[in-house]
């Protein structure tokens, strides 16, 4: 459905693709991207495997790596496959309010990263806003985990217990949206371009 909306309003359409179709604003769009390619031929002639191997190379594949893995270990991933069954510990066995609250989460997931990318990511630093974000998820899974161990677990009905832990678990899912979600992407493409100019003075 996303992908349909997003679609409506492209300006291109796929007749693009039709050499009878294509207008100047296309030809320069693709000479463009030629362009870039070239450069990016030019700048890793003559790479070889084994320099990804060096110091500033392989310290640079270990961010990228286990950047991803921190993205995996927020749990976030989980919590959007098996969200029905999740907070059904948190509200009780009633299926339509555990797959409204999955809906919700889902929609809340779309709208804040959303308002992050549009608003507020070239605003924060990268570094900061990761280690941040990763104390406050830490402290909310803390909260729920606490709260969920010392309240009787609810039935066929929510209770305030249950409520309090949802709330924690969607400030969780806005924080994880405003860094973990959407940053280790653009953060290991930008730490990843000084290893063309390491290998340009090298050569």
């Not at 291109?12 to 769009?29: D, F, S, Y």
Request: glycine fraction near 8%; proline fraction near 6%; include cysteine.
């Amino acid at each position: 459905m996303k992908v349909g909306i997003v679609g409506i309003y492209t300006p291109e359409t796929w007749n693009r693709a039709n050499p009878r179709c294509v207008g100047p604003e296309v030809k320069a769009e693709f000479n463009e991207i030629r362009v870039g390619l070239e450069e990016e031929l030019r700048a890793t002639e003559g790479f070889n495997k084994r320099e990804l191997l060096e110091p500033a190379n392989r310290y640079r594949l270990l961010l990228a790596f286990f950047m991803f893995c921190g993205q995996q270990c927020t749990g976030m991933t989980a919590l959007a496959y098996f969200g029905p069954q999740f907070f059904k510990l948190l509200v009780g066995n009633d299926t339509n309010q555990s797959l409204l609250i999955t809906g919700l989460f889902g929609a809340e997931k779309f709208i804040t990263v959303g308002i992050y990318i549009l608003f507020f990511s070239e605003m924060w630093g990268r570094k900061p806003t990761l280690w941040i974000s990763a104390l406050l998820m830490a402290g909310c899974f803390i909260i729920v985990t606490v709260v969920k161990e010392t309240t009787p677990a609810p039935d066929a009905k929510a209770t305030p217990a249950g409520i309090g832990m949802v709330a924690m678990i969607f400030l969780t899912n806005s924080v994880y949206q405003f860094s973990w979600g959407p940053l280790p992407w653009p953060y290991t493409a930008e730490v990843s371009n000084p290893m063309l100019v390491y290998h340009q003075f090298h050569h």
